[in-house]
């Protein structure tokens, strides 16, 4: 609700005077409004109120009662400040009606307003034309007064008869009506770019009114706001002429008015006349007082209807000349005077105007080109300098008691700009007189006057040095060199710095200084370094990087581990060195790393044709990290097979020492399927069973090649690993360490072995931190100590977003991550990847499904000798359903099961890397029970999602459908049955199936609903088997089945259906290495 309130106090403020609102207050009680009309969305009236005739009145106001635009076509309203009586009687009115509108209307928002919120980058807003009238009064005076109005408008212009209302509309956003034809909506209106700044001037001079009024006890009221005009001092003035620089505005002199185009820049068209007048120089201008000031610093000139801009030099005489002669037009200059006029005075005006020079005046000038000579010395004092200026045969040194003012008893004429000009390098350097000549002392300053300074000077004169001079040399930091080498007996990195000129002793000295912001470093031999170098900026950062010390840049090798030898290469890459040598054990290390593609490396022949080039890529870039001893990160995204990879990998370096995996409980069994699947030749064990049994495990694995444990009982066995040094040490899903004081983290590092792995999706989740952690893990100290990272990245990346140090992060990081996107290999996938994931029961699970199989199997034993088998088709779905539920998760059958399932915990690890890599999923399940248990875990980790089952409306499935494919939320849980045909959800790109269908043709169908015309990306499609159940002899009765199927089973016959009772009767075997596991 909106509710409106106009008070006496804000009626009086609008009037213009006391009397205006005496008289206003008459109109309205007297009755002279008619054609009122008051409209509450634009809180905006208009009324015809009767006078000498009748006038027509528009005002607006905002949500706080206050008027924001205001007009009437009376006389009066054009001259006043403030709201003539028309006004405040139509105010008085609307003040009046106020309160049957706030009993009963809402204040609606029109849909651009809205808009303006959903894209406000976007929003297509109008541009507004402002006409610009700048005005002087009394422009004679010493302080001059400056003031602004404005028109506004699209086709017609209409003047802003209050420039505060306009600016409080801007900040507020409330509209303003300036006429029938156009009402100002500052969220849907724009300035051009000139008129944005003169609008910003403006709502400064409106803060310093506010705080003016806030701050001082003396405001009386007076006002930088009055009405359409706005006054300021003379800087403003200056601000906005700069900004109409090239712009058509309207120039108002003591009110009378002057169309401007543009300003010009240069002398002002006057002319000057020098001429003998008796005993006197005469310099007259005859038109100068006709030249009106703009400002009080003489840099804008009005002057023959045009505006004129002054450079620096012009204005500083122009105002000295302006002064003098704009009261009488003529200068007299006594015979005294005559040399110093001529060669101080003349020039300068010259600079202003043009000068006419009578011939007796001319005939008695010397009139010759400057040609300046600077002398520069090397002295106790530091740089001496004597400066000479030669106009022919008169030799002027300006710090000189003496000068030559006459030649040949003509008067010499200087060019004292050009003089100047030469004398303020001196002045900028700070040089100081002593007698007749300059001296400079301080060091910073020697380097910047020789390096910077003495240049200058060369284009304006002729620059001698004495000996002494001569030979101070600048070197050159370019001609730094780098020695890089890759000792292979030592198997350290060795780095040297060198410089034909300069001692290795002096370059940390030379570092300090770089650092301390100096130009230049003097050396022990009195030479000049320039400090302004990429090459040293380059040395600089190493050093920092290496944490290298004084001792260290003093030797003449200096000994780095090798793993640094990546990032080494890639700075010195970008630093521009001229001058680089390294040798060819250093160039392969790198060129190996970095281009694993290209290494002539044997792929294992049980392999080369299972594995896709990207995969043999990643398969070549562990070799090359395990022959220089690097440990690595792969991070492919899902899908992409990094299990297969390290596996193949795996392969290639068995000699007889096993390696160890660590990966989450719910993908260990995983690895093992793949790798009975892909690698048999690999004998492969789960350290799994009670603490006696992983101890006995552990003890006698001299012929395994990969051990497999997970995170949880690593961090209960980590002493029974602690004699055993392993070849690789491999982590999947290595966000399980990202936080360097858990257990899990503390645990894995304790691992000895001759490298480490880590396989992730996600290598940061929320914190630099975890990074450090997982490379802590495969090249521990490469990232330096804890504490130290955060000091080098994490604060500046993170709280001050520091780009430099992010830019050096990654190319310390990148050597060692290897990261591809399913966007990146498109061209290599199948359009439909499939695979299976491995869950195992948990213990809670696996009482629950033995248990359930013993009763089954005797109940259905029964039921098939009482009835047969072929009548006993609804008691077997029974049992099957069951025992594929507890699979799934119990709790979707029984109340009181609280407990974790194997399923459910590797769903959260899949779910997880998905999302962290930006991909969409659908998640069928047969069970709606099973979905409602996965919705309520997405909503424990505040993930949103869509839902659909059979219950859900035909017109609601369409809409969600449309929400997902543009984008809305990345999970979408649906029923096979409901779900699996009639909808095409191509906003997804991988399709979970949490439990096994009889006939592999739903699943298709299933699948096929992001798998589809219209799908621009390569989809996944991931089945979740639990181990050793029902739900793994379902799978291979499927793949084994999958051809009949396909050719004979026809649409909606269940593979069910076909089975016989000897296959029925092997669903329900139990697997005794999973029993065994029971208490």
């Known amino acids: 609700m909106c509710t409106l309130i106009i008070t006496e106090q804000t009626i009086l403020n609008a009037a213009t005077s006391y009397e205006t609102y005496v008289k206003g207050k008459q109109y309205y009680v007297g009755g002279n409004i008619f054609k009122f009309h008051f409209d509450p969305e634009k809180l905006m009236a208009h009324a015809k109120v009767s006078g000498r005739r009748d006038y027509d009145v528009h005002i607006a106001l905002n949500d706080e009662g206050v008027l924001t635009g205001h007009y009437c076509d009376c006389p009066a309203f054009e001259g006043y400040n403030g709201s003539c009586k028309h006004i405040i009687a139509v105010l008085k009115k609307v003040q009046e009606i106020l309160p049957q509108y706030n009993k009963r209307f809402k204040k609606p928002i029109q849909d651009d307003f809205f808009n303006f919120f959903n894209n406000p980058a976007t929003i297509e807003k109008e541009e507004v034309r402002l006409e610009v009238t700048l005005g002087i009064e009394n422009p004679y ?89 706005v006054y300021f001092p003379s800087s403003s003035t200056q601000r906005i002429l700069e900004l109409l620089n ?63 801009k002054l450079n620096s030099e012009q204005k500083r005489y122009m105002k000295l000349l302006y002064n003098e002669l704009k009261n009488t037009d003529t200068i007299y200059v006594q015979e005294e005077q005559k040399e110093r006029f001529v060669s101080e005075i003349l020039p300068a005006v010259n600079l202003v105007g043009a000068i006419e020079i009578d011939k007796e005046v001319e005939n008695s000038l010397y009139q010759v080109e400057l040609e300046a000579e600077i002398y520069l010395d090397q002295g106790e004092e530091g740089i001496k300098a004597e400066i000479i200026f030669c106009y022919g045969d008169a030799k002027i040194n300006p710090f000189s008691d003496e000068q030559t003012k006459r030649v040949e008893n003509k008067i010499v004429v200087r060019d004292i700009e050009k003089e100047n000009r030469i004398l303020t390098y001196f002045e900028e350097m700070e040089f100081k007189v002593s007698k007749n000549y300059l001296y400079l002392d301080g060091e910073e300053k020697f380097f910047k006057f020789i390096y910077e300074i003495v240049p200058e000077l060369q284009k304006l004169s002729q620059v001698y040095y004495s000996e002494s001079f001569k030979n101070i040399k600048v070197k050159d930091p370019s001609l730094f060199s ?49 400090l302004e170098s990429n090459t040293l900026e380059a040395i600089s950062r190493l050093v920092d990087y290496f944490n290298l010390d004084q001792d260290d840049l003093a030797t003449e090798i200096i000994e780095l581990p090798k793993y640094r030898a990546l990032y080494l290469d890639e700075e010195i890459k970008e630093s521009h060195f001229n001058q680089i040598k390294r040798n060819q054990a250093f160039k392969r290390l790198v060129q190996n790393v970095r281009e694993p593609e290209d290494l002539d490396l044997s792929i294992p022949k049980e392999m080369e044709t299972v594995l896709r080039d990207y995969q043999k890529t990643g398969y070549k870039w562990l070799k090359a990290l395990s022959a220089y001893g690097f440990g690595g ?41 793949e790798a009975e699947k892909f690698v048999p030749e690999l004998k492969v064990v789960i350290v799994s069973g009670n603490k006696h049994e992983r101890t006995q495990f552990l003890e006698d694995i001299k012929d395994v090649d990969v051990v497999i444990t997970s995170y949880a009982l690593i961090r209960r066995d980590i002493d029974l690993y602690k004699e055993i040094k392993f070849k690789y040490c491999i982590l999947d899903e290595a966000q399980h360490i990202k936080n360097p004081s858990s257990l899990n983290a503390m645990s894995v590092k304790k691992i000895k072995a001759s490298g480490y792995y880590a396989l992730t999706g996600t290598p940061i989740e929320n914190s630099l931190t975890e990074l450090w952690s997982i490379f802590d893990f495969i090249l521990p100290g490469y990232l330096f100590s804890h504490r130290q990272f955060v000091e080098k990245y ?116 899949i779910v997880e890397e998905l999302l962290e890599g930006g991909h969409r999923t659908l998640i069928f399940s047969q069970f709606t029970s099973m979905l409602q248990i996965i919705g309520e875990m997405l909503k424990r980790k505040d993930i949103r999602y869509f839902y659909l089952d059979g219950s859900t409306p035909a017109e609601e499935r369409g809409e969600m459908v449309k929400r997902f494919n543009k984008g809305e939320n990345s999970i979408f849980l649906i029923s ?104």
């Open 633 to 673: 990160i792969l991070a492919d995204d899902m899908g992409l097979g990094k299990t297969l990879q390290t596996l193949t990998f795996l392969l290639s370096e068995r000699d007889g020492t096993p390696s160890l995996i660590v990966a989450p409980t719910s993908l260990v069994y995983n690895w093992k399927d």
């Open 794 to 909: 994490e604060k500046p990346i993170i709280k001050n977003q520091d780009k430099n140090a992010l830019k050096q992060l990654q190319k310390q990081i990148k050597p060692f991550i290897l990261r591809r996107m399913k966007k990146d290999v498109l061209k290599e996938l199948p359009e439909k990847i499939e695979s299976k994931m491995i869950a195992e029961l948990t213990e809670a699970q696996k009482k629950i499904y033995f248990a359930y199989v013993e009763k089954a199997r005797g109940e259905l034993a029964k039921e098939i000798a009482e009835k047969g088998y072929e009548r006993s088709h609804i008691k077997i779905l029974s049992i099957l359903t069951r025992l594929r539920q507890i699979c799934c998760h119990p709790a979707s059958f029984l109340e009181d099961y609280k407990e974790d399932t194997g399923k459910m915990m590797l769903l959260e690890e």
């Open 141 to 229: 005076k010493k302080e001059l007064c400056s003031f602004l109005e404005l028109k506004i408008g699209k086709r017609y212009l209409y003047s802003v008869k209050s420039i505060k209302n306009l600016i409080q509309s801007m900040k507020s956003g409330t509209p303003i009506e300036y006429g029938k034809k156009f009402t100002f909506v500052p969220y849907k209106h724009k300035f051009s770019k000139i008129h944005r700044g003169i609008l910003d001037i403006l709502k400064e001079l409106y803060e310093i009114e506010n705080l003016s009024k806030d701050f001082s006890s003396q405001y009386i009221g007076a006002s930088i706001f009055k009405g359409k005009r």
């Open 976 to 1079: 096979l049955k409901a779900g699996g045909t009639g909808l095409n959800l191509t906003g997804a790109d991988t399709v979970i199936h949490f439990d096994p269908w009889w006939n592999p043709a739903v699943e298709d169908q299933a699948a096929d609903r992001a798998y589809r015309i219209g799908q621009k990306n390569a989809v996944q499609v991931i089945k979740l088997i639990t181990k050793g159940t029902i739900e793994e002899k379902i799978y291979h009765l499927q793949q084994k089945k999958r051809e009949m199927i396909d050719s004979v089973i026809h649409p909606g016959e269940s593979m069910l259906s076909k089975m016989t009772e000897d296959e029925i009767m092997e669903l329900l075997e139990i697997n005794k290495n999973l029993m065994k596991d029971v208490n």
């Open 482 to 530: 780098i020695g890089i080498r890759l000792n292979e007996t030592s198997d350290m990195l060795e780095i040297s710095f060198d410089h034909q000129d300069i001692d290795r002793d002096e370059l940390w000295r030379i570092l300090t200084s770089l650092k301390e912001r100096k130009k230049y470093y003097r050396l022990k031999n009195g030479d000049l370094l320039p």
């Open 246 to 308: 090239n712009e058509i505005f309207l120039l108002k002199i003591n009110e009378k008015e002057y169309e401007i185009h543009g300003i010009e820049e240069g002398k002002a068209p006057i002319e000057f006349e020098l001429r003998h007048e008796e005993k006197y120089l005469a310099l007259q201008c005859g038109k100068i007082n006709e030249m009106i000031p703009l400002d009080e610093e003489g840099n804008y000139f009005f002057y023959q209807e045009k505006v004129y």
